[in-house]
């Protein structure tokens, strides 16, 4: 599952990510502006924050889906920006989407499949897979989809899609797993196995960030929070202590009408 | 110099006529995201409006009159054949650009049988109206009037273009459905009824360049083919749905090939344009004039 | 009822596909030699060289999404590849004069261009006729790609490259031979064109490698790297984000539908004996995709048989109804593109489940009756 290169040591005295600066610009509007953040090896870190605080964007950016207009982003000591998508996932970063995306033709087993194959030459790539490796099948039961496993990754509904995205990102081993958004649209228990998987997940050495607006999903699996408010960091800390911090009530009560943020609102004040 | 400013004119002429069959793909690509591979038998379809109005319907003693009025009439007849296109076809394979590609290609083969079995398979002259004969010599470059005329054919178009976006409120539903259709539809345009319309303005316009082409020399069931490709390039080059991009990409390929045609000759100066485009897309690959879209498109 | 059910296998294993594989070598090997006259025999040859391409088409539209509407200038680089060398091997036998192929004669060019003279070795053209159209698919393929152009955009600019292709040959009148082409060719590394014995070891080479290249796109399809080729055709911005780099993913599909097509082009030409611009441009590379849209795009084996009825029903029709052919043509890229996508595969893949959803039902049915009485 998890590459045991897991282990692997970040950069001498570094942490995992460290982002100085960022700023992502839209035509002129500024969705990410100047944002610093550290995420320390093997913690599990939430990212919440109103609807449209750049949140998304800042994991665009991680990724190299956007480019940013100013900053560094340091993983493992290397920067990443710059560099192109597939490199970044290369270098160990692994992303899901905040709306799932999986190749709807082809089955379950084969999304993970394919998923799982990046690493290999393209010798190897042109060979026929016979049956499912190890990480293939360890990753399918991880998230409980190993016995849809020929299923067509089309008929699936959107909570499977959601697991399956997190199966595909899993079984690649990154040192650093962003997850946008992993739980909205599931149910409670379901909820529940996001959290515990993630808590495994962290526990064998990878790295996790998870964006989400659920504060009793934090609550229970958060090791740092950090609240993100348009486009900077608003503050970062304990689960508790952001929930005691004044600023960040402001910043969910004063935006009433945003129905998530209000509903995050009550709960951080709760 | 003299060299300079006759090939500058020859650019110009060839990108007048490109401008006037790429306005309508500029239109109907970038608004509802259709190829339309027909495009260039519409272009026929005016030519051949041309035609009919000279020989049978006036005869040869009124080409000025026959001529006059064709314009407006190809107008009509590229823009009906739009229409018909749009409602039997098109509109099925919403959502589908590559099949609509291939299914109106489908669509201009038969169109090309058409006119074959109508008009026959040799090409046909139609006699250009007597003032527009001859031409003027300015700075040693001689500019046949035809030549001029199509470039203001052109002008003229564009303004018509200009106005109806800008000014009247047809033109203003059109422009929201372009950059943004779902937020057009929400504030309650209604889409259908602005793709018609632009298909109907795209494939007259396509009408009326055919009208232009009469004047450039004998007409073919097969014409439509030799301008439809580069047509669309200047609509890639232009930038999808921009108006601007396609005017700078029309004059910058004219310009291309006229000049390098000078220099080696017209078969590799064509290959040259290509490659050239090839290159202009690695720096600009969504064209000149982009428009920005977000998330994973 | 049981065994009639066995005969519409509804999996494709690896069993009924070798038995299905075996039937059509067959057939092609043995059946068709058997049957066909010589003339009908040249037929089928060309008609393979085409499913060569259709194969390629597959490779790369049905199941790269690149819907490539320019294979004309693959199968012009290989037919040209052949063509000249073929034209070298001819002149290097004329007892005198300048030894030269004999339109360049004619059009007075006096001495070999530097362009041919690399083609007199047999090794090096055999090479050129695949890895030619392979290397300018993988440097356009990449340049185009890389910049994330695709769709539409994609297809038009591989239809311009065709159109500009044929622009050139038909310009470099000395070089290419024109309009005409290169034509009159008499010999084929040591096969007699005239001599319909060897015809017809011609037609078993071009059989031979048909089923090779099939073979060779039916495992990249069910390979890995296959998978890879859908992802990036349904969600090609995923794709990125599992590690992989999509250009390359794309261009090696589109090189390998290339030197296929450059390799249908080698073959083209002693098969028919000509090589000339109107084989290669916009309408007949357009054409090419047909084929594969009416056998299935998805499906290899159903691309390579559309290229075989088409060409079959062209040689057939277009001589007896010539304008009704044209008609016929566009009416049947409008028919099959709008309204059965899949085409004969999708057809045939629709009878195969009625008949076993009737054999099934037959089965069940047969207590109902009783049932009824008991009712009634
Ligand atoms: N490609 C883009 N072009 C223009 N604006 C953008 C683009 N991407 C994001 N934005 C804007 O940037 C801001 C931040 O968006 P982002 O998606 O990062 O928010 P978020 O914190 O993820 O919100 P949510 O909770 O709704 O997912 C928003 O105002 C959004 O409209
Ligand atoms: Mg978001």
Redesign the pocket.
Known sequence: MSAPTAGASPAAGGALLEIRGLKVV??G?H?VDGVDLTVEQNEVRFLI??????????VDAITGL?KPAAGSIRFEGGELVKRREHQIVRAGVGRTF?TPTVFEQLTVLENVDVAASFRLGLPQLLRRPRGATPAVTAALEAVGLDALGDAQAGTLSHGQRQWLEVAMVLCQGPRLLLLD?PVAGMTGEERLRTGELITRIAGEGTTVLV?E?DMDFVRRFATRVTV?HEGRILTEGTVSEVQQDETVREVYLGRPRDA?GAGAAAEVAS | MEVFLSQLFIGLSVASMLLLVALGLTFTFGQMNVINMAHGEFVMAGAYTTYVLQTSVFGTGAVTLAFGLSLPLAFLVGGVLGLILEFTLIRRLHGRPLDTLLVTWGVSLMLQQLARDIFGAPNVQVKAPSFLEGGITVAGVSMPYTRLFIIGLVVVALLAIWFYLSKLPAGRRMRAVVQNRDLAAASGVRTPHVDRLTFFIGSGLAGVAGVAVTLLGSIGPTLGTNYIIDAFLVVIVGGLGQLRGAIVAAIALGLANAYLEYWTDASLAKAAVFALIVVFLQFRPQGLVVT?R??LA | MATMAKLFPAGSGRGAFLVRFTLAAAALLLVAPALLNDFRLNLLARYLCLAIIAVGIGLAWGQGGMLVLGQGLFFGLGGYAMGMHMKLEEAAALPSGPQLPDFMTWSGVESLPWLWVPFRSAAFAIAACVLVPMIVAAVLGTLIFRQRVRGAYFAILSQAMAAAFVIVLIGQQGLTGGTNGLTNFRSFFGLQLSNPDDKRLLYLFVAVVFLAVFLIARQLVRSRYGKVLVACRDAEDRVRFLGYDPTRVKVLAYAGAAGMAGLAGALYVPVVGIMSPALLGIVPSIEMVIWVALGGRTVLAWAAAGAIIVGWARTDLSERFPSGWLYAQGALFIIVIAFAPKGLAGVSEELQRRVRSLLSRRRSETPAPERVKVAA
Request: hydrophobic residues 35%.
């Open positions: 839209f035509d509007f969705a924050g109103p609807n449209g605080a750049g949140k998304t964007t800042l956007v905040q958004e964006i607006h993100m998530r | 920005r977000r998330g």
